[in-house]
């Protein structure tokens, strides 16, 4: 699979991993109950396609600090072409409350 693939190394105490996919692929991030998945790390100034699913409840995808904000649905892809255009260590937070564990499901996006 393209995540094992591309997995450099696993951050957090649950492993999650780290994958640095190639410029202009396709890249998954899932959410689900109460993680994203994987951890990407990107390139600066290449382009992504993302795309963002939910495998059980509404989720929200806000990337800080650039303020991106998706809802993050079952059943439906939502495909974000991204051009990151700064290095450094971004914030991924769940912005729509998803249960008890919501205020957990936080991850990072790395670009370098
Ligand atoms: Cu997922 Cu809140």
């Known amino acids: 699979a393209m995540v094992d693939k591309y997995t450099v190394r696993t951050e957090t105490d649950q492993n999650i991993p780290v994958v640095a996919p190639p410029a202009g692929s396709d890249v998954s991030l899932i959410a689900r109950l109460w993680s994203w998945w994987p951890i990407l790390e990107l390139e600066k100034g290449k382009t992504y396609r993302l795309n963002l ?13 650039e303020n991106i904000n998706i ?42």
């Open 53 to 65: 699913t939910s495998m059980d409840y509404k989720h929200g995808f806000s990337l800080q600090p």
């Open 71 to 112: 809802q993050v649905i079952t059943g439906y892809q939502h495909v974000v072409t991204v051009t990151p255009n700064r290095s450094g260590t971004y914030a991924i937070v769940c912005n729509e409350f998803c249960g008890i564990g919501h205020h957990t499901m936080v991850s990072r996006l790395y670009v370098k």
